[in-house]
């Protein structure tokens, strides 16, 4: 599938090959196989098959290889290696991942702080936890009417489970206290419920994750006209006559540019760098960069009261640590604007004596991640003249909390204290909020419209307006302010916007 002959010509370039890439290529194969597709990433290829998740790398040495590779620029740079590394106030990006170097914070402003990127084959969809919640109430797009059904098949293409865990001797026992807790006056959509995975379970019973190789299945990896090309820098989008015309690409190996012409261009870069590639080809309608929103992220942590160790509970049958307490999840509301994971810590984030060993999976994670209010304002400018670690235009974030977020996060802290409390022993006295940025969740940059109002970037196919053949994908695109996790909204626009493509290339 990887690739290194460049070609003159394709119909269709995608530009990142991360979980939304991915949709757009799998689509095109199964429903356009006719159709050339030249994948570019930025990053190096550093799991078998490509795109697929670190965590399925058994040898802890080659996993810890693979994330320092993933880091760009900022590779062997410190990595948060634990909980605490983030309560202490330390801006370091997760292992994988690399910080924006400067320019994320403005004076006055809240910015984000810990703003990160992954760079490689299958973007952050080689590092992300797999949860892939539905948005409910306001998080959903309202001004489409297949939203559903394009749900559906984003849980197609991303493997989606609920029962991976259903073995896991704890889960039952985190649910149904949460379920106490949260449940009463809530529908059946809304209660406290197993989370949706991008994982399933082998027959060895080891835990295998989604990533980009999943969504790319069979039928990419064996279509003939697909190619992946890695350490490929995309410089800019090229136009002709106003239309996408291709492609021009730097070589990260050699260093030579050339030109790849396309029939239509897909950016899949993800919230941060789509919006750049647009900007550093001349492409810039009013809401580049705007609507910019994270999701702020409280954690607390608890130890499960009246849980016992079994015979077996240590190891998995592959040497890894068992997973014992599955992953829960409290859905977003409008009345409770924020989206819960309750999932197993692999160690305590605090010190316990010795004397007090650990069950394994007794020590959980409570996570609430808030809707944030949009504002015009909160944005990523780029500058005409300072460049990245790539020699791409610079990025500043204009970013700031409302005092609308400011109450959000005061009430997820005190609920996620009262859902700490029901499920076990607390940990500590206080939850602790996430500085911005941690959650990796950066939407609305190129955000989606219902019409061309100037306060959107793409039409509900994900094209740009006014430049016909060119789309966007990724978090980027949603429009709505969420709380749950991004991916699976984004794969369902994806897969949107590639059948669209599919049905121009007939």
């Given at each position: 599938m990887n690739a290194r002959d460049y070609p003159a010509s394709v119909d269709v370039v995608i530009v990142g090959s991360g979980p939304n890439g991915a949709a757009y290529a799998r689509i095109l194969s199964e429903s356009a196989p006719e159709a050339s597709i030249a994948m570019f990433e930025v990053g190096p290829t550093v799991s078998d098959p490509p795109g697929s998740h670190v965590k399925n790398i058994e040898d802890a040495g080659r996993r810890a290889r693979a994330q320092e590779r993933s880091e760009g620029p900022g590779e062997r740079a410190a990595t948060i290696s634990d909980p605490g590394a983030a309560k202490s106030g330390q801006r370091r990006g997760r292992a994988g991942t690399y910080l924006l170097a400067d320019g994320y914070r403005v004076e006055g402003e809240d910015g984000m702080p810990v703003a990160a990127f992954s760079s490689n084959v299958g973007g952050m969809g080689a590092h992300w936890t797999a949860a892939c919640p539905r948005p409910h109430d306001s998080e959903r797009i309202d001004f489409l009417p297949d939203l559903d059904e394009l749900l559906d098949e984003a849980e197609r293409l991303l493997g989606v489970t609920t029962d991976a865990f259903d073995s896991s001797p704890f889960a039952s026992i985190v649910r149904e206290r949460l379920s106490e807790a949260v449940d009463g006056g809530r529908d059946h959509a809304h209660?406290?419920?197993?989370?949706?995975?991008?994982?399933?379970r082998r027959d060895d019973g080891r835990l295998v994750w989604s990533g980009s190789d999943v969504v790319f299945g069979d039928v990419t990896r064996e279509n003939p006209r697909f190619s992946l090309y890695d350490e490929t820098l995309v410089t800019r989008v090229l136009t002709d006559g106003g239309r996408a015309s291709g492609v021009e690409i730097r070589d990260l190996r050699s260093g030579a540019v050339h030109s790849v012409a396309a029939r239509v261009v897909v950016v899949a870069a993800d919230g941060l760098r789509t919006p750049q590639v647009l900007w550093a080809s001349g492409i810039r309608p009013?809401?580049?960069g705007r609507m910019l929103n994270d999701q702020t992220q409280v954690v607390f942590a608890a130890r499960l009261r009246d849980v016992h160790a079994g015979a077996?509970?240590?190891?998995?049958?592959?040497?890894?640590?068992?997973?014992?307490?599955?992953?829960?999840?409290?859905p977003f509301s409008d009345e409770m604007p924020f989206h819960g994971q309750i999932m197993q810590l692999d160690a305590s984030p605090v010190p316990l004596a010795e004397d007090d060993p650990i069950i394994p999976g007794s020590i959980v994670g409570l996570g609430l991640f808030c809707a944030k209010d949009l504002q015009w304002d909160d944005?990523?400018?780029?500058s005409d003249d300072a460049v990245d670690g790539y020699g791409m235009p610079s990025m500043t974030i204009r970013y700031s909390l409302t005092p609308n977020d400011h109450a959000v996060v005061e009430r997820a802290r005190e609920e996620i204290v009262r859902l700490g409390r029901a499920v076990g022993d607390p940990l500590d006295e206080r939850p602790f909020t996430m500085p911005a940025g941690a959650s990796l969740h950066y939407q609305g940059s190129t955000r989606m419209g219902e019409t061309d109002d100037g306060l959107s970037v793409c039409s509900p196919d994900s094209e740009v307006w006014g430049v016909p053949g060119l789309f966007v994908a990724g978090n980027n695109v949603i429009p709505t302010s969420t709380a749950c996790n991004p991916t699976l909204t984004?794969?369902?626009?994806?897969?949107?916007?590639?059948?669209?493509?599919?049905?121009?290339?007939?």
């Open positions: 209660r406290a419920q197993r989370m949706p995975l991008a994982v399933h009013a809401a580049l077996d509970d240590a190891v998995a049958a592959s040497g890894a640590l068992s997973e014992q307490s599955g992953v829960t999840w409290v944005r990523v400018e780029f984004s794969v369902a626009l994806a897969v949107r916007g590639a059948r669209k493509i599919a049905g121009s290339l007939h």
